[in-house]
């Protein structure tokens, strides 16, 4: 079984700006070999007798020339290039197997982060070896024994993290202590709502730090605006194309803390996830869950905001596997039963319920419903009734410091690419842009 853990790191300065550089070198690798496939899959859909482009072939190619043609890409370790477009291989099965979207360009500055394959680094103790720099610290030590497969570095805000994956081999956890099955609704008013009929109420970190983030954003958008006023475009004009906007030094200042608030916010709200897929998983074998539409969710304004705070697919992603080490199992719910209006008691479905509706009578029965309970009592019913899915995934980030690893294009784990993809893809976009 993979497992990952994402460790912060505590670089000198030396060692932050060769980490900024290898991650400078594995984004310019991957959007050179990105374009290089496109261009020579083009001319192989012209000309048939011409190869295939491969990551294989697009490495040696690289390799090729970049002695002469970017020598500065010899200054970090040359496994950080190679491992970039190892990934791009991965991006592209991911996409020809509808797991993933077609492969972007990677952009400077949203999500850098480069991968070390197994050969290249070592860990000791709470420090991990890197080629062509020597020791780095790392804030504890690897909790996982196994064998180490890769690591990842990537930056959140001005935070340096190292996620290292580990096959832990074949040890499931203890069973969960109570073998039997409940509903979890994860709602808008609370975190959950448990068919036992309790509530757990989540930290509600984005609201509590709302107003500081709405300030700095505000206050960030205004220098944008004011920046491009200098350059003689109206406020609100789209930039065009191959204008740079100068970004003052006060600029950069408010993003960094803008960025600093956005990780905080995240791993508040990932701690709570994290002991609230843990607690579950421990307690109950068989968990049923409804598939949410949260994307369609996502569209309603109103509603948006409470939705990314329980960020619901990394709810369910960590149910899944944690729920899988322990041989229980994860029940999903069709995403059109309309559990929070069925009456769990006598199975009546009053006609409408809108969403600021917490608490209802059933009609026929006469039961008081709350709304969240009540759908969470209709989950493992339904779930008897559904096949049981596969919770066994290959990778997950046990112990992460923040944000679901964010290593959404990690290079020797592709089922869990496609996996952490879609469990930041959330978060992170809101993140990855001012
Ligand atoms: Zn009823």
Not at 83 to 102: C, E, K, P, S, V
Not at 205 to 215: G, S
Not at 413 to 424: C, D, L, N, R
Request: net charge positive; charged share 25%.
């Amino acid at each position: 079984m993979l497992t990952a853990h994402k460790i912060a790191l505590n670089p000198n300065n030396a060692q932050a700006t060769y980490f900024a550089r290898a991650s400078g070198t594995a984004r310019f690798a991957y959007n050179w070999a990105l374009a290089e496939w496109q261009r020579q899959y083009e001319a192989w859909k012209a000309d048939n007798s011409l190869p295939q482009p491969s990551q294989r072939a697009l490495r040696r190619q690289l390799n090729a020339l970049k002695r002469e043609r970017y020598p500065w890409m010899l200054e970090v370790t040359k496994n950080a290039p190679q491992m970039a477009i190892m990934q791009l291989g991965d991006a592209f099965r991911n996409f020809w197997a509808g797991r993933a979207q077609y492969p972007r360009f990677r952009k400077k500055g949203v999500h850098d982060h480069f991968s070390l394959s197994n050969d290249q680094f070592s860990v000791k103790g709470s420090r991990i070896r890197i080629p062509n720099l020597g020791w780095v610290r790392m804030r504890e030590s690897l909790r996982f024994t196994g064998r180490i497969m890769s690591a990842t570095l990537s930056r959140v805000a001005d935070q340096w993290f190292v996620g290292i994956t580990v096959d832990t081999g074949d040890s499931p956890k203890r069973r969960a202590e109570n073998q039997g099955a409940t509903g979890v609704d994860v709602g808008v008013s609370a975190l959950a709502a448990l068919s036992t009929g309790e509530k757990v109420v989540g930290p509600k970190a984005h609201k509590a730090l709302l107003q500081r983030q709405k300030r700095l954003s505000r206050s960030l958008s205004r220098q944008h605006q004011a920046a491009k006023v200098r350059l003689g475009i109206a406020a609100n004009a789209p930039i065009p194309k191959g204008v740079r906007l100068p970004v003052s030094e006060n600029a950069k200042k408010a993003r960094a803390k803008l960025f600093r608030l956005h990780a905080r916010i995240a791993n508040i709200r990932q701690d709570a996830l994290h002991k609230l897929t843990s607690d579950l998983t421990r307690r109950f074998h068989t968990i049923a869950i409804e598939d949410l539409n949260v994307r369609g969710m996502l569209k309603n304004p109103r509603l948006a905001r409470a939705i990314a705070d329980m960020s619901f697919f990394e709810f369910r992603r960590q149910l899944e596997y944690k729920a899988g080490r322990r041989g229980g199992r994860v029940i999903v719910a069709d995403r059109w039963f309309p559990s929070s209006k069925t009456c769990s008691v006598c199975g009546t479905i009053p006609e409408k319920m809108p969403l600021a509706v917490r608490q209802w009578t059933c009609p026929d029965c006469g039961t008081l419903h709350d709304r969240d309970v009540n759908a969470a009592r209709n989950l493992p019913a339904l779930g008897l009734a559904a096949p049981s899915r596969a919770t066994t995934s290959s990778v997950e980030c046990d112990a992460c410091g923040e944000e679901g690893s964010g290593v959404s294009q990690s290079g020797n784990v592709k089922p869990a690419s496609t996996k952490q993809e879609i469990s930041t893809k959330l978060p992170l976009r809101r993140f990855g842009q001012v």
